[in-house]
């Protein structure tokens, strides 16, 4: 089969986007195997640029050559089955963090939270217990303002180590963004970096809190299986997985994508769901929810690729 004029454009835009850029660069990846459900079809390019300033070149160069660039962190996320046109970042070689004051660390936004955490622990700094669990990237948790019932990003976010859309890197103060329920506004670009400011504390009081919420979630949540994280918001005052559950949802399948039976704000890959299927299920309890209770849910997890 030929390769038709404006694929072979596309591709040469994609190759002069990321000429200087230092890292791996690999075409045509398929995403199910980066994302924690473990849906979606291939990357046009995956390229894990090696530090941050390679992110700012990969990012002037998108912006030079007009190619689409998005950072996949692959937890709270469906891929659709088409696959993500243009350029997929993957943070995974910025793993640096540091103390930099007594009470501060700093953290590259491919650290996985629990590393974070842990490393918060270590130092016996207490400001991270809230995220106990959450298996996401610092780099994601920043851009969505993770939370859980016991804290939010927010709460312990000193400054965003961040490079905009022309390749500029600048630090933004927390006191400079606005916050609200699993969304921070950011300026078009993608967070390197956090700075977070922590509280010393003993460790074993530390340890304590983490330990009770990673033994509430393990018994609360499907764990053991591929998933996504939350799939909806909880709208004010309510319970998205409460809601679900009480139209007797548990269990409902598209494919072998389920509604947890564990926790009904959780969808899972039974095996072999695709995109289609998730998202086919996400209409259905949304459709569900709207007609028989009047609740508009909205989604916490992001969709991203080509339709
Ligand atoms: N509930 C049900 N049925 C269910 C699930 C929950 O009745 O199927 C009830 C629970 O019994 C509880 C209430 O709903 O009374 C709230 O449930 P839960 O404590 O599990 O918390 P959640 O609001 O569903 C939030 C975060 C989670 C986080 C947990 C624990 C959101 C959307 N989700 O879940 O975050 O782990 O609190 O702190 O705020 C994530 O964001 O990906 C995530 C997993």
Request: one cysteine or more; glycine letters at 10%; proline letters at 3%.
């Amino acid at each position: 089969m030929g390769i038709s004029a404006k694929e072979t454009t596309g591709k040469d835009r994609l190759l002069r986007a990321l000429q200087d850029v230092e890292g791996d660069i690999e075409w045509g990846v398929p995403l199910a195997t980066m994302t924690s459900l473990q849906v979606g079809g291939p990357a046009d390019v995956l390229v894990a640029p090696k530090d941050i300033a390679n992110v700012a070149r990969i990012l002037l160069g998108a912006r030079t050559q007009h190619v689409p660039v998005v950072v996949l962190g692959g937890t709270n996320v469906v891929v659709r089955d088409k696959g993500i046109r243009g350029i997929v970042i993957q943070l995974k070689h910025l793993t640096a963090t540091r103390k930099d004051a007594a009470e501060c660390l700093y953290a590259e936004a491919g650290v996985r939270m629990p590393v974070l955490m842990q490393y918060a622990v270590r130092h016996q700094l207490s400001g991270m217990e809230w995220a106990a669990g959450i298996p996401g990237t610092v780099g994601g948790g920043v851009a969505m303002n993770a939370g859980t019932r016991l804290g939010e990003m927010k709460d312990a976010l000193q400054s965003v180590d961040f490079v905009n859309s022309r390749g500029r890197r600048m630090r933004i103060e927390a006191s400079a963004l606005t916050f609200s329920y699993r969304k921070t506004v950011l300026p078009k670009g993608i967070v390197v970096g956090a700075w977070f400011q922590l509280k010393a504390a003993a460790r074993e009081q530390i340890e304590q809190v983490t330990k009770s919420y990673l033994q509430y979630r393990k018994e609360s949540q499907p764990l053991t299986l591929p998933n996504a994280g939350s799939v909806f918001k909880n709208p004010t005052g309510q319970s998205a997985g409460k809601l679900v559950e009480s139209l007797g949802l548990k269990g409902l399948r598209v494919g072998d994508a389920e509604i947890s039976t564990k926790h009904a704000n959780f969808i899972v890959n039974q095996g072999h769901a695709t995109a289609s299927d998730v998202l086919a299920l996400i209409r259905k309890v949304r459709g569900l929810v709207a007609k028989k209770l009047g609740i508009h849910l909205e989604l916490e997890l992001k969709i991203l690729g080509e339709r």
